[in-house]
């Protein structure tokens, strides 16, 4: 971690990889008063600093061992580099500093996608069909399809076959800058199933450049063999598989779908007790379509966070703002299931509720992989600010996986995750639609997307 006014200084080290003249760098700094950067971090971004993306023109990073240790205008950070203070004494450059030209380009943090469910087998194009005769996505549960069909499906599915399917979304994802991600089981809702899925994820991450976090979502929905006893099944769930899912460190969070028809607020506050006792932090899917309290538990068990929200009560989103709890808003989900009615991030963010930005990617109602397309739909179809989407789709989505000031955020002392974009200004990127203004990604310092093709 920087202190302050290190950088202030020429370094002694040169650096692996200079990225220079970016048009704009989205820093998505932590600010105190008066809009400075902070060198330290001191949360999420809350009410109007979250609209302020820390951006410097002409900006330049060096990196050193895949971490940031400079950042600035071009100008300023070169006059820091040995190899430039080098060349100019000796008037030839240095072969070790890798040096990626921006001009034009804009840079910002590899995306923080915080709510995904990755690992399933299967597809449900159908019920897409369904929906545009009018089937609700709760009915379509009722009758066995949604969550239920995608179960079958990865039940009888490989292991290898499910992480081969999971690397290729994840090799996209990584296309459209994603490099820090969150994947959820839940479409086992067996020992079995859940433990294999998020062996997968594992596996994934181990193979894959993104980092992936891992949440143990055995409470997604109610499996057959246990139809018309939820109760059952929650006992099933902390007696039986939690137990060995924290035995094997699979997961950091545990999450419920704590929705009208799927697990009550006392069904869930059940299972992320459990989960708590066990070390897994809680997550809920909460109030996406019925205002039933899923916001409300979140603030009263100070989850990590608590996302869809689109039905949310303001005491919800007041309780959440207490007890900080990150609201994961999921506009892509409300984009596939054309519902009129998207989370109230402008209430929220005046409540001084975190607000962070997720795909919510799975089979059945949100096919979304960029999250530079869930920066669009902020702003479109929330009013969020194109810097307010960003800083939520970056710094503030870190703070909803745990990975808070790590991860989301371009400073001195941070991995050197970021994402090169054909735009000329952060403010432009959510104006890029139905193609990827993303064209290079670097993971700790590694460039693993080149000319918009993988290289990694
Ligand atoms: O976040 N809402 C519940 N779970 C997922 C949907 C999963 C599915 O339909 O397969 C979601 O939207
Ligand atoms: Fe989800």
Same mark, same amino acid.
């Given at each position: 971690m920087g202190k302050k006014g290190a950088s202030v200084r020429p370094r002694t080290e040169l650096s692996d990889l200079l990225i220079i003249?970016?048009?704009?760098?989205?820093?998505?700094r932590a600010l105190g008063g008066g809009g400075m950067p902070l060198d330290e971090e001191r949360g999420p971004r809350l009410g109007p600093d979250l609209?302020?993306?820390?951006v410097i023109e002409d900006g330049a990073i060096a990196v050193r061992d895949g971490v940031i240790v400079d950042i600035g205008p071009t100008e300023e950070v070169l006059s820091r580099e040995p190899r430039w203070q080098a060349e100019d004494r000796a008037g030839s450059a240095s072969s070790v500093t890798e040096v990626f030209d921006a001009t034009g380009k804009t840079v910002v943090p590899g995306f923080v996608d915080?709510?995904?469910?990755l690992v399933y087998a299967g597809s449900r194009h159908n019920e897409h069909v369904m929906r545009l005769s009018g089937a609700k996505y709760l009915e379509i549960l009722e009758a066995g399809g949604g969550i239920l069909a995608t179960l079958e499906a990865t039940r009888n599915a490989s292991f290898d076959e499910l992480l081969q399917l999971a690397l290729g979304r994840l090799d996209i994802m990584l296309l459209h800058g994603t490099t820090t991600l969150e994947a959820k089981s839940g479409?086992?809702?067996d020992i079995d199933t859940e433990l294999k899925q998020l062996r997968v994820a594992r596996a994934a991450c181990d193979e894959h450049p993104i980092d992936i976090v891992s949440t143990f979502m055995g409470a997604h929905a109610v499996p057959p063999e246990f139809k018309d006893d939820p109760e059952g099944y929650i006992d099933f769930m902390i007696a039986e598989v939690l137990p060995k899912v924290a035995g094997e460190e699979l997961a950091e969070f545990c999450d419920v779908f704590c929705e009208e028809g799927v697990f009550s607020v006392e069904q869930s506050r059940r299972m992320l007790v459990a989960g708590m006792e066990h070390g897994l932090h809680p997550k809920l899917h909460a109030?996406?379509? %019925?205002?039933? +309290?899923g916001a409300e538990l979140a603030g009263e068990l100070g989850a990590v966070s608590a996302d869809h @929200?689109?039905?949310?009560?303001r005491a919800g989103m007041e309780s959440m703002a207490q007890a900080g709890v990150t609201a994961v808003l999921l506009p892509g989900t409300m984009f596939t299931l054309m519902s009129e009615k998207y989370a109230d991030a402008r209430e929220m963010i005046n409540l001084g509720v975190p607000v962070a930005l997720a795909t919510? %990617?799975?089979? +059945?109602?949100s096919p979304v992989m960029s999250m530079q397309f869930v920066i669009t739909l902020a702003c @479109?179809?929330?009013?969020?600010t194109p810097q307010e989407a960003l800083c939520a789709a970056t710094a503030n989505a870190a703070y909803a996986v745990g990975r808070g000031g790590r991860a989301g955020v371009l400073k001195i002392?941070?991995?050197a995750d970021f994402v090169v974009c054909d735009v000329p200004s952060v403010d432009a990127l959510?104006?890029?639609?139905?193609?990827?203004?993303?064209t290079d990604v670097f993971v700790g310092g590694v460039q693993v997307v080149t000319d918009r093709m993988l290289s990694y």
């Amino acid at each position: 971690m920087g202190k302050k006014g290190a950088s202030v200084r020429p370094r002694t080290e040169l650096s692996d990889l200079l990225i220079i003249h970016a048009v704009e760098l989205g820093t998505c700094r932590a600010l105190g008063g008066g809009g400075m950067p902070l060198d330290e971090e001191r949360g999420p971004r809350l009410g109007p600093d979250l609209g302020c993306a820390g951006v410097i023109e002409d900006g330049a990073i060096a990196v050193r061992d895949g971490v940031i240790v400079d950042i600035g205008p071009t100008e300023e950070v070169l006059s820091r580099e040995p190899r430039w203070q080098a060349e100019d004494r000796a008037g030839s450059a240095s072969s070790v500093t890798e040096v990626f030209d921006a001009t034009g380009k804009t840079v910002v943090p590899g995306f923080v996608d915080a709510h995904t469910h990755l690992v399933y087998a299967g597809s449900r194009h159908n019920e897409h069909v369904m929906r545009l005769s009018g089937a609700k996505y709760l009915e379509i549960l009722e009758a066995g399809g949604g969550i239920l069909a995608t179960l079958e499906a990865t039940r009888n599915a490989s292991f290898d076959e499910l992480l081969q399917l999971a690397l290729g979304r994840l090799d996209i994802m990584l296309l459209h800058g994603t490099t820090t991600l969150e994947a959820k089981s839940g479409y086992g809702l067996d020992i079995d199933t859940e433990l294999k899925q998020l062996r997968v994820a594992r596996a994934a991450c181990d193979e894959h450049p993104i980092d992936i976090v891992s949440t143990f979502m055995g409470a997604h929905a109610v499996p057959p063999e246990f139809k018309d006893d939820p109760e059952g099944y929650i006992d099933f769930m902390i007696a039986e598989v939690l137990p060995k899912v924290a035995g094997e460190e699979l997961a950091e969070f545990c999450d419920v779908f704590c929705e009208e028809g799927v697990f009550s607020v006392e069904q869930s506050r059940r299972m992320l007790v459990a989960g708590m006792e066990h070390g897994l932090h809680p997550k809920l899917h909460a109030d996406e379509i %019925y205002p039933i +309290g899923g916001a409300e538990l979140a603030g009263e068990l100070g989850a990590v966070s608590a996302d869809h @929200l689109a039905a949310a009560s303001r005491a919800g989103m007041e309780s959440m703002a207490q007890a900080g709890v990150t609201a994961v808003l999921l506009p892509g989900t409300m984009f596939t299931l054309m519902s009129e009615k998207y989370a109230d991030a402008r209430e929220m963010i005046n409540l001084g509720v975190p607000v962070a930005l997720a795909t919510d %990617y799975n089979p +059945g109602t949100s096919p979304v992989m960029s999250m530079q397309f869930v920066i669009t739909l902020a702003c @479109l179809q929330m009013g969020m600010t194109p810097q307010e989407a960003l800083c939520a789709a970056t710094a503030n989505a870190a703070y909803a996986v745990g990975r808070g000031g790590r991860a989301g955020v371009l400073k001195i002392g941070a991995a050197a995750d970021f994402v090169v974009c054909d735009v000329p200004s952060v403010d432009a990127l959510p104006f890029s639609v139905g193609v990827n203004p993303v064209t290079d990604v670097f993971v700790g310092g590694v460039q693993v997307v080149t000319d918009r093709m993988l290289s990694y």
